[in-house]
């Protein structure tokens, strides 16, 4: 058997306090939809003004800025070579870099783009690295990199994974080992 429907009356108070919960809800549901702003070009300025002051902080030979653009657990990845885990590693391999007689040089930022998430974003781009080899004749290493960088909690970028290769053949020789 069918039950008629009787519309039930609900006292004032019980109907304010229903629509107002309703209102709560709904404004709560439309806020946890809202997205942060999307501040991936203002980001993707950062990273390609960081990357460039990097570029010029190694040819300066300042191995203490240099390191201080990668996180704590960065990882650097050079060509024919073990990957170097950590700053105080990256740190070392600058270090050493920098010791080599003529070494100069440095890099270029061809594309920068930013996750949408705002967290991540990488960098690649070109290098062009300078120095005398062991019979004092000058040579030039000339490739690419591709860079992560990693948003850290206080705002600032860091580069998480540095990874760099040369374009020169791989018949070129020991003479011609990429140093970036």
Same mark, same amino acid.
């Given at each position: 058997?069918?039950?008629?429907?009787?519309?039930?009356?609900? $006292?004032?108070?019980?109907?304010?306090?229903?629509?107002?919960?309703?209102?709560?809800?709904?404004?709560?549901?439309?806020?946890?939809?809202t997205t942060l702003?999307?501040?991936?070009?203002?980001?993707?300025?950062?990273?390609?003004?960081?990357?460039?002051?990097?570029?010029?902080?190694?040819?300066?030979?300042?191995?203490?800025?240099?390191? $201080?653009?990668?996180?704590d657990d960065a990882?650097?990845?050079?060509?024919?070579?073990?990957?170097?885990?950590?700053?105080?590693?990256?740190?070392?391999?600058?270090?050493?870099?920098? $010791?080599?007689?003529?070494?100069?040089?440095?890099?270029?930022? $061809?594309?920068?783009?930013?996750?949408?998430?705002?967290?991540?974003?990488?960098?690649?781009?070109?290098?062009?690295?300078?120095?005398?080899?062991?019979?004092?004749?000058?040579?030039?290493?000339?490739?690419?990199?591709?860079?992560?960088?990693?948003?850290?909690?206080?705002?600032?970028?860091?580069?998480?994974?540095?990874?760099?290769?040369?374009?020169?053949?791989?018949?070129?020789?020991?003479?011609?080992?990429?140093?970036?």
């Open positions: 058997m069918l039950r008629s429907f009787v519309p039930v009356r609900l $006292s004032p108070r019980i109907s304010f306090l229903l629509i107002v919960s309703l209102l709560l809800v709904s404004a709560c549901q439309r806020q946890a939809t702003a999307d501040t991936r070009s203002a980001d993707e300025a950062t990273l390609k003004n960081l990357d460039t002051e990097w570029s010029k902080a190694a040819g300066a030979k300042d191995v203490d800025k240099t390191a $201080s653009y990668y996180s990882l650097v990845l050079p060509p024919n070579m073990p990957a170097i885990n950590g700053k105080q590693g990256a740190r070392a391999m600058w270090q050493g870099m920098f $010791s080599v007689p003529g070494f100069g040089g440095g890099w270029k930022v $061809s594309k920068v783009e930013v996750a949408r998430s705002g967290d991540l974003g990488y960098v690649t781009g070109t290098y062009e690295l300078s120095e005398t080899d062991a019979k004092g004749k000058p040579m030039t290493d000339k490739g690419k990199y591709l860079e992560v960088w990693k948003k850290q909690a206080d705002g600032t970028w860091k580069c998480v994974v540095d990874m760099f290769n040369s374009d020169l053949s791989s018949d070129a020789g020991e003479e011609s080992k990429p140093t970036r």
